[in-house]
């Protein structure tokens, strides 16, 4: 079972969160912030944070891409929903989720049973075919990062939900169904961004301890 990473770094996700739903369909969004990389740098801080604007702009132009791909993507049914034990609001938004697969799940995409580490997922209140379903007039644009793989012992799924969720809504209640559609895993970027941040920000500390010895 993986351990659950509520107090991981959220560089990465708290960009994302910042989104609206008009940010995530700019398709220029970050047109003037993406910069062409140097040949020479003056230190390697200046070298590795170079690489983060590049990144980011990866990571929105997927994002918009799922978004426009709803009606294949996988879709689940949430059908129970807890805060976590280190849920703190406004910021430490941490859930934890149970779903079952929606009876039309099949056909969009037989191999994803269930959400897994890494994956932003959108909540809606009814099966989402097309982009104005994640922003319509009774569903928001809300999105969540799922954080580990389902715990065996009670088939929950650890998330953080860029918006604070009623975890008392009963959601057996057919008024009250809620649906989560895979939009992309983050991981392998998110693991990058963390790494440059750790790589510039330790060749930082180190200069800084030079110095002070000198």
């Given at each position: 079972?993986?351990?659950?990473?509520?107090?991981?770094?959220?560089?990465?996700?708290?960009?994302?969160?910042?989104?609206?739903?008009?940010?995530?369909?700019?398709?220029?969004?970050?047109?003037?912030?993406?910069?062409?990389?140097?040949?020479?740098?003056?230190?390697?801080?200046?070298?590795?944070?170079?690489?983060?604007?590049?990144?980011?702009?990866?990571?929105?132009?997927?994002?918009?891409?799922?978004?426009?791909?709803?009606?294949?993507?996988?879709?689940?049914?949430?059908?129970?929903?807890?805060?976590?034990?280190?849920?703190?609001a406004?910021?430490?938004?941490?859930?934890?989720?149970?779903?079952?697969?929606?009876?039309?799940?099949?056909?969009?995409?037989?191999?994803?049973?269930?959400?897994e580490?890494?994956?932003?997922?959108?909540?809606?209140?009814?099966?989402?075919?097309?982009?104005?379903?994640?922003?319509?007039?009774?569903?928001?644009?809300?999105i969540?990062?799922?954080?580990?793989?389902?715990?065996?012992?009670?088939?929950?799924?650890?998330?953080m939900?860029?918006?604070?969720?009623?975890?008392?809504?009963?959601?057996?209640?057919?008024?009250?169904?809620?649906?989560?559609?895979?939009?992309?895993?983050?991981?392998?970027?998110?693991?990058?961004?963390?790494?440059?941040?750790?790589?510039?920000?330790?060749?930082?500390?180190?200069s800084?301890?030079?110095?002070?010895?000198?």
């Amino acid at each position: 079972m993986m351990k659950r990473k509520e107090h991981e770094s959220k560089g990465l996700i708290d960009t994302i969160f910042s989104w609206s739903i008009n940010d995530v369909l700019n398709c220029n969004l970050y047109k003037h912030q993406v910069n062409k990389i140097p040949e020479t740098f003056l230190s390697a801080e200046q070298y590795l944070n170079s690489f983060i604007p590049s990144l980011i702009e990866d990571t929105h132009s997927d994002l918009s891409s799922g978004t426009k791909s709803l009606s294949k993507a996988p879709i689940w049914e949430i059908v129970k929903l807890e805060m976590s034990k280190n849920f703190r609001a406004p910021k430490d938004l941490f859930y934890q989720i149970e779903v079952k697969r929606a009876k039309d799940a099949a056909k969009q995409d037989a191999g994803k049973y269930e959400p897994e580490a890494g994956d932003l997922i959108a909540f809606t209140d009814i099966r989402p075919k097309c982009i104005e379903d994640l922003n319509g007039p009774r569903s928001f644009y809300h999105i969540a990062y799922v954080q580990g793989a389902r715990d065996e012992s009670n088939d929950m799924i650890p998330i953080m939900s860029s918006k604070y969720m009623e975890p008392e809504m009963s959601l057996n209640k057919k008024q009250q169904q809620l649906f989560a559609v895979y939009l992309m895993n983050v991981t392998t970027n998110a693991s990058y961004l963390e790494s440059i941040e750790i790589r510039a920000g330790g060749r930082k500390h180190e200069s800084h301890r030079e110095s002070a010895e000198s």
